[in-house]
């Protein structure tokens, strides 16, 4: 998660550039003028690092967005050192180098955070437990694609026997499938009913976890869930991924972390229309973009959002509708960050009102 604010006032006496390895991490060590005063390798385990940073003085470490990096990030800033997490799409001095080693990447990585930290857009790691809890959400969304891989997979296997399934609801289709199954496919596909009925009661246990999260743990997205079309799991993720609304400026900011937002690529007179950067939580901007399509839909309510969401899909143009989605999922994200700061009630029609 990008860090919108940080400064760095003084430059570090010590600079350790941490190329990490799933097994062993290579680290490069700049002293004050900027010269490499050690090169070496640890092991990638918490035991290893604790002893190899905890008798180095205060110094300032640069790694990449890692799957490591969230637990290296908090073990060494325990250990009272300065932490930068780059942003893995803004080294591409790295990706691209012709001269590529572990080495070499340690190097790069401690010139860079020694020169000016922001060129690497630092990424703010959330706490253990949100970190933990936000894992529930995502092995739910794994459970819930693995439930509809299969049920398509059902669904493609009978009707290439000349038949059709009902139609029914995700939850309720190994119940109706099961009758309805041809008389050759059904020692094949009742294994898989059979585990799509599984996946579906797991499922369901998630979603009552996470509804005692709000009601326990996370009481401020309750403020959330005030708008039509967010639920517990949209409005949980939204807090777990953000963690802290006060780490944003301005709530329009939020559009942009999220990935919601067009890229520019402006050159002299030439400023095309491009899609949106995707950057940010992938199961947080998916969750987003499917409030926006019931706030849209035939059953959303009457809101101001709603109206501006219609409006924008009528003008007309090319995939209208599916830009207008995407432009009330970044506005949905927005409102969502003002709510949770201010903690105010949601007016569904303000302008209407004023």
């Known amino acids: 998660m990008p860090e919108d604010t940080m400064q760095h006032a003084t430059q ?32 990638t385990t918490p035991a290893a690092l604790t002893r190899r940073f905890g008798a180095m003085p205060r ?46 990447d340690a190097e790069l990585l401690a010139r860079l955070g020694r020169a000016d930290p922001r060129l690497l857009q630092p990424v703010h790691h959330r706490g253990a437990e949100a970190q933990a809890d936000l894992a529930g959400i995502r092995s739910r969304d794994a ?3 693995a439930r509809t891989l299969l049920v398509n997979h059902v669904r493609g ?80 993720c939204f807090v777990l991924v953000l963690e802290d609304p006060a780490r944003f400026p301005t709530s329009r900011a939020v559009g942009s972390y999220v990935g919601l937002r067009p890229k520019k690529k402006a050159s002299s007179t030439s400023d095309p229309e491009c899609h949106i950067t995707k950057a940010g939580d992938v199961l947080l901007r998916r969750l987003l973009v499917g409030s926006a399509q019931y706030i849209l839909g035939p059953f959303g309510p009457d809101t101001d959002l709603r109206r501006w969401g219609l409006g924008l899909a009528a003008r007309g143009r090319k995939n209208a509708k599916k830009r207008a989605v995407v432009a009330v999922a970044r506005k949905l994200a ?21």
């Open 12 to 43: 570090p006496e010590m600079t350790v550039g941490l190329d990490v390895g799933d097994r062993y991490s290579q680290l490069c060590v700049l002293d004050a003028v900027g010269d490499i005063s050690e090169t070496g390798r640890v092991a």
């Open 59 to 104: 110094a300032r470490v640069v790694l990449e967005s890692c799957t490591h990096s969230p637990w290296i990030d908090r073990l060494l800033t325990a250990l009272g050192h300065e932490v930068i997490v780059s942003n893995a799409r803004r080294v591409q001095l790295i990706a691209q180098n012709n001269t590529k080693t572990d080495a070499v």
């Open 143 to 145: 459970l819930v694609r």
């Open 157 to 236: 296997s009978v009707k290439a026997m000349g038949s059709r399934l009902p139609a029914c609801s995700t939850a309720s289709f190994a119940r109706q499938a099961a009758p309805a199954l041809p008389r050759a496919l059904v020692p094949a596909l009742t294994p898989v009913l059979t585990e799509v009925t599984s996946l579906t009661t797991q499922i369901r246990h998630y979603d009552g976890h996470i509804e005692q999260l709000v009601a326990t743990r996370y009481p401020e997205a309750r403020a959330l869930m005030q708008l039509a079309g967010v639920g517990a799991l949209t409005a949980l």
């Open 334 to 354: 927005v409102l969502l960050h003002h709510l949770w700061k201010t903690q105010e009630p949601y007016r569904p029609l303000r302008s209407v009102a004023a």
